[in-house]
């Protein structure tokens, strides 16, 4: 840290993504991206695209956000687009929280929100899961804050119901309620229909994941229009051209592609429902994920070391350090031949 640091960020502890090895080429299960490659369709338009780049993109995205609006049955004015859902989530916590409106978020969930929420001196109200890491929504009845609920939560996978979400929005007429579901196309119930009945409502999604579009950085938030203006003001006052060209038609084609990526969603389900299985059969415990990737534990051999031995084998997984989920790993589904390798390398993990 260098002396000029301003002091509010003295504490900051930045978020740390996956890690991202050059050394040797890994099967990559660590971060959550699809194994598969976005829409071949629109490379000559993204070239195009490139071509173009001399020109700041439209800073209002009306293509796409219209694309977009279309596909989810909801209005233009309902849709921001931003660079990455990380960018939405931002806006949110700039938007929504401050020292009267704490960030109210489980304890095991993605890291980024306590990152958020300390960039933005924002306190935080953390909520446990219960044991088996669901959430128990009466916990958020009247939260006298701003809410993030991931659906599918990550690292867990659990979902929540919509009658489950539609209860935590009732109670909190008040309070924003945002609904993360970056990685609800695997198999969680979007809360996409309750956003004309509910104010309070913001949900954010992602083409990193389903979509596979992880390094374009692209996303989105839904709402009413209301707070879709008001998300808009902080990102004409951040950065008015935050999503660039190449990604923008890069997103418009994957929505006009819609067959190929229900066919990817498919092949990755088959695959974690394949992988998760065989891990079961080996003695793992699992937590019911719903998203593109696995929570597991094995009685016999520890979070850290599975990953380490995995690593040393050719294959990333994600350890996280914590507490509750230190016996875990975090598997992201690959292909069906990565599963089967990354299942190979496991027996030989612990039947040695
Ligand atoms: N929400 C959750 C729960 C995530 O796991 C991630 C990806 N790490 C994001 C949001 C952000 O993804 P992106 O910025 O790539 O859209």
Redesign the pocket.
């Known amino acids: 840290m260098s002396k000029f640091l301003s002091k509010k960020y003295e504490n900051l502890e930045p978020y740390t993504p996956g890690e991202q090895p050059k050394d040797m080429a890994y099967i990559k299960l660590n971060?959550?991206e699809s194994p598969f490659s976005p829409t071949k369709k629109a490379m000559s338009a993204v070239k195009k695209q490139a071509l173009l780049s001399k020109l700041y993109p439209d800073p209002e995205q009306t293509v796409l956000t219209k694309k977009v609006a279309d596909y989810l049955g909801v209005k233009k004015e309902q849709v921001l687009m931003t660079n990455?859902?990380?960018?939405i989530?931002n806006f949110a916590f700039m938007a929504y929280c401050d020292s009267s409106n704490p960030a109210v978020f489980a304890d095991i969930?993605?890291g980024?929100y306590s990152v958020f929420a300390f960039i933005n001196g924002v306190p935080t109200k953390v909520i446990p899961l219960k044991d088996d890491f669901s959430i128990d929504k009466t916990d958020y009845y009247n939260a006298r804050g701003t809410i993030f609920i991931?659906n599918p939560?990550?690292p867990t996978g659990l979902t929540l119901t919509l009658a489950d979400i539609e209860d935590i929005l009732k109670n909190n007429l008040n309070n924003i309620v945002v609904i993360?579901e970056?990685?609800v196309d695997f198999g969680a119930t979007s809360a996409i229909k309750l956003i004309d009945k509910y104010d309070n409502l913001l949900i954010?999604r992602?083409?990193?994941?389903s979509r596979s579009m992880?390094g374009a950085?692209?996303?989105f938030g839904v709402a009413n229009e209301k707070i879709i203006k008001d998300l808009n003001a902080i990102k004409y006052s951040t950065n008015p051209y935050n999503v660039n060209r190449m990604s923008a038609i890069l997103g418009a084609y994957s929505i006009d592609d819609e067959r190929y990526y229900e066919k990817c969603i498919q092949k990755v389900i088959f695959a974690r429902n394949y992988a998760k299985e065989e891990l079961d059969k080996l003695g793992f415990e699992l937590t019911d994920s719903k998203a593109n990737f696995l929570f597991a534990k094995h009685p016999k051999i520890s979070g850290e070391t599975l990953y380490e031995k995995l690593k040393e084998k050719g294959v990333l997984v994600r350890h996280f350090n914590k507490e509750r989920t230190k016996d875990y790993v975090r598997i992201t589904v690959g292909t069906q031949k990565e599963m089967t390798v990354l299942i190979q390398k496991i027996k030989e993990i612990i039947q040695n």
């Open positions: 971060t959550n990455g859902s990380d960018e989530l969930t993605y980024f991931a939560n990550a993360d970056a990685y954010t992602t083409f990193s994941k992880a950085r692209l996303g």
